[in-house]
């Protein structure tokens, strides 16, 4: 009988420190829909991402750029660092301007985008502060 008593007593524990909005069967369907709705927000907008690169690497003017700043936004996706990037863009036949970019960069590559570093870009035609490092 001991070893009910000890359930029921890590029962009545655990219940005591799980948050009120969690208890119950449908607090935890709550927590899970939540959870779902939000991984398939981030997983869309990883779509729209992708999507976007995609068509800027087929469609988008062919640059290059010189970071001048490198900043971690201290998110990460799949252990790879989303950095922000000031860059100064030089496209053809345009005067150079700057930009402020967000993009997922490997690990690797990072000190290949140091101040001072010429990278690569392709820009949106349509919108010249879209783009992506290359």
Partial sequence: MGFFKDIKQLKQTADA???QEYKGFGGG???MRDGVAQANQMLGGM??????AQTLMATGRVGSA??????DTGASIND????ELDLQVSLDGQEPYAVTHRQTIARLAVPGFQP???VPVRVDPSDKHSLIVA
């Fill in 66 to 71: 010189t970071v001048t700043a490198l900043r």
């Fill in 80 to 83: 790879n660092p989303v950095v």
């Fill in 29 to 31: 369907l709550r927590h």
């Fill in 116 to 118: 001072g570093s010429t």
């Fill in 17 to 19: 420190m799980t948050p």
């Fill in 47 to 52: 779509a729209a991402e992708a999507q976007k």
